[in-house]
C-alpha cells in the first residue's frame, strides 16, 4: 500500500473519529455519482422514446424512463444540499479536534523554547495548512472528488460499452492528465506560497502591529508610511515567485486544455459520423463524453493532498517539538521542588552568547529571597529557568538538595505562583483574569486577595464587579492602566497561591505602581507570600530590602549574597547600586526607581 494511501486511510478514520458526518458525506457522493451515469442513461432512453412519439398520443413505453428521469434529476437536485450538510457538519467535528492536536503537541513540551524553533513554527504552519488548506481542505474536496471519479469511470463504461473502448481510454486518459496537470499547477503554486512562510509571517506581523497592536506609537512617531511600505514589501516578496511561476505556466496551460478540448470535440464527431448507432445511444453516447470531459476536478485534488499533507504535518509535530527541545536544551536539568541552582549556566541557543555562567542560588525556604542587578543581567532568565520552560545548558537546578532528574516538569509548573515582567492580559472578565478562566472562582478568596493587592478598589470602580470584562471593544467592557494591571497579576499570584501553588515568584511586580501601590505593597508583602517560598525581582530597592536574602546577579553570576545590612556593609555591588538609588529618590523626592 503506498505511503498516500496509508496518509488517506488514517486521515478517513482521523475524521470519523471527530463524529460520523464523514461517512455520510462518502455515501450522499457516490450516490450523486451513480445518479449522474443514470441521468445520462435515461436522457438516451427519452430521446429514443421522443423519436417514436406522434402528434396526440404518448407512448406507455415512454412513462417509465420520463418518470424515473423526473426523479432521478429531483434527487440530483436535492443531495447537493445533503451533501453540503453533511460536509459542514463534518468540518465543523473535525476542526476542533485539529486544533487540539496541534495544541496538545505544543504543550506537551512544558517548557517554551521549541515555540521558537523555526522547524516547530514551520511545522505548526503546514499542520494548520500550507497556502490556507487545512485538514478540512481534505473534507471539502472529498465529496467533489469523489463524485468526478466516478463520474468519469461510469461515464467511460457507457462510452465503451455503447460505441467504442479507445475512444473511451483516449477520452478518460486526457481528462485524467488535464486533472493531474492542473493539480500539479496548483500544487507548485501553493509550494511557492509556502516557501515563502517567513515573508508571509513578516507580513501578517507588521499588518497586526499596524491594525492596532502599535496604534498609539504609530501615530506618536508618525510611523505609518513605514509600516504600510514595510508591509507592502513582505507582500510583494511574498507573491513575486508565485506569479513568475503563473506567467512561466500560462502557455503550457493553454496548450493542455487545447489538447482536451480537441480530443473531445473529436470523439464526438466520430459518434456523430457512425451511421450504426440508433439515436437513443448517440445521445447517451454524447452527454457521456461530455460528462467525462467536464470530470477533471485538478483543483479537488489538489485542496485533498493538501488536506492530507496537513494531517502528517499534524502527526509529525510532536517529532518536531521533541527534537526542538533535544537541541534547545541539551543537557535538560528539570526542576521539582523547592529550588537550588548548583552552577547553572544558560544560553537562548547554540550560537548565542552565554547569559548564565554558573550561577549559584538557594531560596529561603518558607521566606522571601530576592534578586538584583542591571538590565539585561539575566534575572528573568533565571525566572524562565526556575519555571521550568527553559532547562538549563549546563548545571542542575535541585530540589530540596536532591537532582531533579527524572522530573514530572508540569507539576512543578503547577505549585508555582508566578507574575512575570510580561504577564498575559486577557480580554475576559476580570474574575477570570484573577482565576484564569476558573469556571467557579471562590468568592471569599477572590475577595481576600483583592484586597491584599489593592484590586478591591478597581472592582468597586468596574461597572460590572468582578464580571467586567477587561476589553474595551466588548459591550461593558473597560480597559486598565499599566499599573491596575499589574495588581491583577498580583491578585493572580496571590489567588494561585492560596488553591495549592507553593512557589511565589514575582518578576518586577511594582514596575507600574505609583509610589503610594509600591508603599501597599511592601506593606502587604508579607501577607501575600505568608506561609510561601517567594522570589522577587526589582530594580526598586524598597521593594528588595526587606527580603530574607538577596542576591546579586553579575556577569552572569551571582556575585553578592546576604541581609540588605548585610550587603550595605559589604559597600560592593549593592551598596553601590543602592547608594546610586537613594540619591536619586533624594533628588527627585522618591518618584521613581
Ligand atoms: N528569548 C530570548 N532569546 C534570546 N535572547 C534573550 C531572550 N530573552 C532574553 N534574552 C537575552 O538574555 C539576556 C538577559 O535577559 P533577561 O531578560 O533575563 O535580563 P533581565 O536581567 O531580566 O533584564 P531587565 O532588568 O531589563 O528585565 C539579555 O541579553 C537578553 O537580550
Not at 513554527?121 to 473534507?139: E, S
Request: glycine share 8%; net charge neutral; charged share 20%.
Amino acid at each position: 500500500m503506498s505511503a498516500s494511501l496509508r496518509s488517506l486511510l488514517r486521515l478517513c478514520a482521523f475524521t470519523l473519529r471527530s463524529g460520523p458526518f464523514i461517512a455520510y458525506l462518502i455515501a450522499f457522493a457516490v450516490l450523486t455519482a451513480l445518479l449522474g451515469t443514470g441521468l445520462t442513461i435515461l436522457i438516451g432512453r427519452v430521446v429514443a422514446g421522443v423519436a417514436d412519439v406522434s402528434i396526440g398520443s404518448v407512448p406507455e413505453s415512454l412513462w417509465w424512463p420520463v418518470g424515473l428521469l423526473c426523479l432521478t434529476i429531483l434527487f440530483r437536485n436535492l443531495l447537493p444540499i445533503a451533501l453540503d450538510l453533511a460536509r459542514r457538519r463534518c468540518i465543523y467535528d473535525l476542526e476542533p479536534v485539529v486544533h487540539r492536536s496541534i495544541h496538545d503537541a505544543l504543550m506537551s513540551e512544558p517548557g517554551i523554547g521549541h515555540l521558537e524553533s523555526a522547524a516547530v513554527q514551520d511545522g505548526v504552519d503546514r499542520a494548520r495548512g500550507i497556502g490556507g488548506f487545512g485538514v478540512r481542505a481534505f473534507v471539502d474536496a472529498l465529496g467533489s472528488l469523489i463524485i468526478a471519479r466516478l463520474s468519469a469511470v461510469s461515464s467511460a463504461l457507457v462510452v465503451g460499452i455503447w460505441f467504442s473502448w479507445p475512444v473511451a481510454v483516449v477520452v478518460l486518459a486526457t481528462t485524467w492528465f488535464v486533472e493531474w496537470y492542473s493539480a500539479a499547477q496548483l500544487r507548485a503554486e501553493s509550494d511557492q506560497w509556502a516557501d515563502q512562510t517567513e515573508e508571509q509571517r513578516k507580513a501578517a506581523y507588521v499588518f497586526e502591529l499596524g491594525m492596532g497592536r502599535a496604534a498609539k506609537e504609530i501615530r506618536i512617531f508618525g510611523l505609518g508610511p513605514w509600516f504600510v511600505d514595510r508591509y507592502l514589501t513582505s507582500w510583494h516578496n511574498a507573491m513575486r515567485p508565485l506569479w513568475q511561476e503563473r506567467r512561466r505556466a500560462a502557455l503550457r496551460t493553454f496548450a493542455v486544455y487545447g489538447v482536451h478540448l480537441a480530443v473531445l470535440i473529436g470523439a464526438v464527431i466520430m459518434v456523430g459520423w457512425t451511421d450504426e448507432l440508433p439515436v437513443a445511444e448517440v445521445t447517451t453516447v454524447v452527454v457521456a463524453l461530455l460528462g467525462l470531459g467536464a470530470a477533471a476536478d485538478g483543483h479537488s485534488a489538489s485542496r485533498m493532498r493538501r488536506g492530507i499533507e496537513a494531517f502528517r504535518a499534524i502527526e509529525e509535530l510532536p517529532r518536531l517539538v521533541e527534537t526542538a527541545r533535544s537541541t534547545i536544551t541539551p543537557e535538560a536539568a528539570r526542576v521539582e521542588g523547592v529550588v537550588r541552582f548548583e552552577n547553572v549556566w544558560f544560553r537562548y541557543g547554540d550560537e548565542s552568547d552565554w547569559v548564565l555562567r554558573g550561577v549559584d542560588l538557594e531560596l529561603v525556604p518558607n521566606g522571601s529571597t530576592a534578586l538584583v542587578g542591571v538590565n539585561g543581567a539575566g534575572k528573568s532568565t533565571i525566572v524562565k529557568l526556575m519555571t521550568g520552560v527553559y532547562s538549563p545548558s549546563r548545571g542542575r537546578i535541585l530540589v530540596d538538595g536532591a537532582e531533579a532528574t527524572k522530573p514530572d516538569p508540569m507539576a512543578w509548573q503547577r505549585r508555582i505562583a508566578a507574575v512575570a515582567q510580561d504577564f498575559v492580559r486577557l480580554p475576559v472578565t476580570l474574575a477570570q483574569n484573577v482565576t484564569m478562566a476558573e469556571d467557579a472562582p471562590d468568592t471569599r478568596l477572590l475577595t481576600e486577595v483583592a484586597a491584599l493587592t489593592g484590586l478591591d478598589v478597581i472592582v468597586a470602580a468596574s461597572p460590572r464587579g468582578w464580571e467586567t470584562v477587561l476589553d474595551r471593544s466588548m459591550p461593558g467592557g473597560m480597559e486598565l492602566s499599566g499599573g491596575q494591571w499589574q495588581r491583577v497579576a498580583l491578585a493572580r499570584a496571590a489567588y494561585a497561591a492560596r488553591i495549592g501553588a507553593d512557589l511565589l515568584i514575582l518578576d518586577e511586580p511594582a514596575s507600574a505602581l505609583d509610589v503610594r501601590g509600591e508603599a501597599d505593597l511592601i506593606e502587604r508583602y508579607l501577607d501575600l507570600t505568608a506561609g510561601h517560598t517567594s522570589f522577587v525581582i526589582s530594580h526598586r530597592f524598597s521593594v528588595v530590602r526587606g527580603a530574607d536574602r538577596i542576591c546579586v546577579l553579575d556577569d552572569g553570576a551571582i556575585v553578592e549574597t546576604g541581609t540588605h545590612e548585610q550587603l550595605l556593609d559589604r559597600r560592593g555591588r549593592y551598596a553601590a547600586m543602592f547608594a546610586t538609588q537613594a540619591k536619586r529618590y533624594t533628588m527627585d523626592g522618591g518618584s521613581r526607581d
